[in-house]
């Protein structure tokens, strides 16, 4: 899925391995950086191709996609070049790099330390709106700052992890998994408008805790990625969340199977036929946004 190398969406593993196994696998690495290029020039033609006419291929380009987000799909596209010589992580470390150098507004320097690789996918996530994300990063509790860090910063992929300098040391340590992919993560900060980007960075923290909580840090699982869907408050504003408690209901994050989890609205009644039919699930706490101005 290029969107999600485009926006920062996923770790590297969930974009990249089964794309890089076939390369090696298939072809036995005779594939070279002009052959992937070709690919990626045939799906950018291949997304115009989707509407019904040549002309309606070419509007696509023009109302539907905003300069911007055309220009970081065509930008990536050197970048992705490279994974026919590279790893997965390393391709989307260098990506993620030249992503916040070149950043209008500029973003500050590049980010060293824990919350450098969060920060640099925050910044592609939040496209327009992420001067705004990142300044309110700094003013998160060290609780969610360390969440975000801890759980922005696997790759998915055996073996590999970002540069030492980029994130926190027990992530290069351990190198433990599963690592999470959250669905619908960028539509989520680019769909600020006037809310409060603390708060989104607040939500996003607590569907991180809710995920390692149903699925606890493996060795074993140091290669499986976990998608987080949270397709159900993407546009929602958080005061929309927030009223959900006022009446009387929750928002959950649902695990559906062993890959896949969903957040949900719930009433109290729905959640006690969870528990009853055993059910796993982690209820989202927004009670600090309360907090927030």
């Not at 320097?109 to 705004?132: E, F, H, V, W, Y």
């Not at 909580?213 to 993407?234: C, F, G, H, Q, Y």
Request: charged letters at 20%; a negative charge; hydrophobic letters at 40%.
């Amino acid at each position: 899925n290029h969107g999600w190398f485009v926006q920062a969406e996923a770790p590297p593993g969930a974009i990249f391995t089964c794309f890089r196994e076939a390369i090696i696998r298939d072809h036995k690495s005779e594939i070279g950086q002009r052959d992937v290029a070709l690919y990626f020039v045939h799906w950018l033609s291949d997304l115009a191709g989707a509407e019904p006419t040549p002309l309606a291929g070419c509007e696509k380009f023009v109302t539907k996609f905003p300069l911007p987000v055309l220009n970081s799909f065509l930008r990536s596209f050197s970048f992705i070049e490279q994974i026919a010589t590279q790893t997965e992580t390393q391709v989307m470390e260098d990506y993620l790099k030249i992503r916040w150098q070149e950043h209008e507004p500029s973003l500050g320097p590049l980010p060293t330390g824990d919350s450098a690789i969060a920060k640099m996918r925050l910044a592609c996530m939040a496209q327009m709106n992420a001067n705004a994300v990142i300044k309110a990063f700094d003013s998160l509790s060290e609780e969610d700052k360390e969440m975000l860090n801890m759980e922005m910063s696997p790759t998915g992929c055996v073996g590999q992890s970002y540069s030492a300098n980029l994130v926190p040391k027990e992530v290069v340590a351990r190198c433990e998994g599963p690592a999470f992919l959250v669905y619908y993560g960028p539509a989520f900060f680019q769909s600020l408008g006037n809310d409060s980007p603390l708060k989104r960075l607040c939500v996003l923290a607590d569907i991180y805790r809710c995920a390692r909580e149903l699925w606890p840090s493996s060795i074993a699982k140091v290669n499986t990625n976990v998608t987080i869907r949270i397709d159900v408050i993407k546009g929602l504003s958080t005061a929309d969340m927030q009223e959900t408690s006022v009446r009387g209901d929750v928002w959950m994050l649902l695990k559906h199977n062993e890959t896949e989890a969903f957040v949900e609205r719930s009433s109290k009644k729905k959640l006690n036929k969870l528990i009853a039919s055993g059910q796993q699930f982690q209820v989202l706490d927004l009670s600090s946004l309360a907090a927030i101005s």
